[in-house]
């Protein structure tokens, strides 16, 4: 972590993309940690918020990810922290986010995606209420 400095939702957001393509390229946290030279506890850190990824960092990550550098950051908001109930991931869970994540990375018009995300925003508020 940035010394003197709390993690934030931007932090939390590149954690999530992180833990994403971990689980896209169907890496365990320890592989990404070897090859980052860190601890898999470091990668878990990193993938839950609570550490900063330092801009070397997510250089390396962006290559082992074959991904540009922007793809750890969006225009749109971080969802809200999730309860620890809905954080318990089974298998089908995790194959639905890495499906809706690389739907979304397939998209190369900026706005299309904006409006993907916009939409699945909608979706999980009509389904809270």
Do not use: C, H
């Not at 908001?77 to 690389?102: C, F, H, W, Y």
Request: charged share 30%; proline share 2%; net charge positive.
């Amino acid at each position: 972590m940035v010394a003197g400095k709390a993690a934030n939702e931007v932090d939390a957001a590149v954690g999530a993309r992180i833990r994403n393509l971990r689980l896209r390229n169907k890496l365990s946290q320890e592989e990404v940690g070897r090859r980052l030279s860190v601890s898999f506890q470091q990668v878990q850190k990193y993938e839950k918020g609570a550490n900063r990824v330092g801009a070397s960092r997510l250089s390396e990550l962006a290559k082992i990810f074959d991904v540009p550098i922007g793809t750890f950051f969006s225009e749109a908001k971080p969802a809200p922290k999730a309860s620890a109930k809905s954080q318990t991931i089974d298998g089908l869970t995790v194959r639905n986010e890495i499906r809706l994540l690389e739907a979304y990375q397939s998209m190369r018009d900026r706005r299309l995606q904006s409006a993907f995300v916009t939409l699945a925003e909608e979706l999980a508020r009509v389904k809270g209420r």
